[in-house]
């Protein structure tokens, strides 16, 4: 699948800013979380990937599909993406959209992955040492993958922490050959 980010960004910044200005953030969320459910229907795919039909007419199905949650600013930011043939795109605006919101918010996402299962009291003390790393309120997201040997690699935002047992062979193995 393409990556959209440089084209969902502005869309995204503008949404978000549209939702604070008129403090309904909720229903921006709502409104295309229902909308990426649609867009992700494969005969909305093939609908829009189709060069010879017009792309007002899958806005005019999403407009159906979400009569639920819609508003006036959210009908007018979906046909302006669909003017501008950018309704594939929606899936990486809401997740844009839904970052900005965590970063409000003060929630951030840490991913773990670890060679071994972590305990509930080693998760509390990783989300208490990421909290106040970060002033957040952190979420864990653990994974394991027993090819690290050992240790653990923490991913937040940009940020990568790799203390693996495999990470620290592969420095000392660079070091070596250097």
Same mark, same amino acid.
């Given at each position: 699948m393409a990556d959209y980010t440089s084209i969902a960004r502005p869309y995204a910044r $503008?949404?978000?800013a549209c939702a604070l200005d008129k403090n309904n953030v909720d229903a921006w969320s709502a409104l295309l979380k229902q909308a990426v459910r649609i867009i992700n229907e494969k005969s909305m795919q093939n609908l829009l990937k189709n060069p010879c039909i017009d792309k007002m007419v899958a806005y005019e199905c999403l407009l159906e599909?979400?009569?639920?949650v819609i508003f006036p600013?959210?009908?007018n930011f979906l046909?302006?993406?669909a003017v501008n043939q950018r309704l594939l795109a929606l899936p990486k605006v809401e997740d844009l959209l839904?970052?900005?919101? $965590?970063?409000?918010?003060k929630e951030v996402t840490a991913y773990i992955i670890s060679a071994v299962a972590l305990t509930k009291m080693e998760e509390e003390a990783l989300e208490?040492?990421?909290s106040d790393r970060f002033q957040s309120h952190i979420k864990l997201e653990c994974?394991?993958?027993k090819s690290l040997l050992g240790g653990l690699i923490i991913r937040v935002g940009d940020l990568v922490?790799?203390?693996s047992v495999r990470g620290k062979l592969e420095r000392l193995r660079a070091t070596l050959v250097n």
């Open positions: $503008a949404a978000f599909f979400c009569k639920t600013s959210g009908k046909k302006l993406m839904e970052g900005y919101k $965590a970063e409000l918010a208490k040492v990421l994974h394991t993958d922490i790799d203390d």
